[in-house]
């Protein structure tokens, strides 16, 4: 098994011996805390281990064919799939876990479907659990390197409901609006797909333009994540709103807004209709592209359920 890196050079020495947890930090990858394999790792490959919500068990390795013993490791550290690093070949050089896993350079890592392992929840614990690891001013704590493109996430559990919102060019105007402004919020659905229409208006009362959020239920379910909404029909529950500067990965804005019922319970009908249909792709692709197609007006004329929110909670 460790005998694939024959007649390499030595590694540079001031990157031999790392500390796993500083250079996974330095990585973008942090973990969520107290979190352990569910078997017992090898000795040499544990350090490197850490819980992602959006990647699951998995380990920081340098990818063998991307490995140079003279460039510095910290530039090719990425997250895989513990089962997938296990089942193949790998070789701990310097400290650094060197694997030989198949590798895309558009697709990036190549793993089968039972090699993702994932708890439940998109995060762990409560949504005052979750409002604490997305700290404010601290990097996004999550498996994803920055910069990325301008983006908006849509999560749906029993557990939690989140938007993330991923911005690049940040003004202070822009992070007092998510923090502080007037939101409005709009649902349009199908059988196969919704669209969360938002918007947070400036606080000296100036409208936002309307941003939306994608979301099907069959991409959540195959990640690992468990489909549905808090609470019981004819009830509220909180949507957490995470602002994330989409250039440096810093978290500038938590906020947690109450849904109220009727808007609630029309999201709830959304999810179940989804479920019941069954993963559709085509028919969940058609019908967002006709979605996007439409002016924000009448997209908005379409919409089964609107409310507004003045301030968190």
């Known amino acids: 098994m460790n005998d694939f890196l024959t007649e390499r050079a030595a590694m540079r020495s001031e990157y031999v011996n790392p500390d796993t947890k500083a250079a996974m930090t330095r990585a973008g990858y942090h973990g969520v805390p107290g979190r352990s394999y569910h078997s017992p790792l090898p000795d040499e490959v544990a350090p490197w281990y850490l819980y992602e919500p959006s990647s699951g068990h998995s380990l920081a390795v340098v990818i063998k064919s991307l490995w140079e013993p003279d460039a510095d490791p910290n530039q ?55 409002m604490a690891a997305m700290e404010v001013g601290e990097p996004y704590p999550g498996a994803l390197k920055f910069p990325v493109p301008d983006a908006s996430q849509l999560f749906l559990t029993p557990d939690e409901c989140t938007l993330l919102v991923f911005l690049r060019g940040l003004k202070k105007s822009e992070i007092d609006a998510y923090r502080d402004g007037k939101a409005h919020f709009a649902l349009v659905y199908s059988d196969h797909a919704l669209l969360l229409l938002f918007r947070f208006d400036n606080t000296d009362g100036r409208p936002a333009a309307w941003s939306d959020a994608q979301w099907e239920a069959d991409p959540q379910e195959r990640a690992g994540y468990p489909v549905g909404l808090p609470g019981a029909p004819g009830g509220t529950f909180t949507l957490a709103v995470h602002l994330i500067d989409a250039q440096s990965g810093i978290v500038t804005v938590n906020r947690l807004i109450t849904v109220p019922t009727r808007f609630a319970d029309k999201l709830r009908g959304a999810v179940a209709a989804q479920l019941k249909a069954g993963s559709n792709p085509a028919a969940s692709s058609y019908d967002v592209a006709g979605w996007y197609r439409l002016t924000p007006r009448e997209l908005l004329r379409r919409a089964v359920a609107d409310f507004r929110s003045t301030k968190s909670g």
């Open 76 to 130: 090719e550290l990425t997250l895989a799939p513990v089962k997938l690093v296990l089942r193949r070949p790998w070789q701990i050089e310097g400290g650094w876990i060197v694997a030989d896993i198949p590798y895309d350079e558009v697709l990036g890592i190549i793993s089968e479907d039972d090699d993702d392992e994932y708890s439940n929840g998109i995060t762990e614990g409560s949504s005052e659990q979750a």
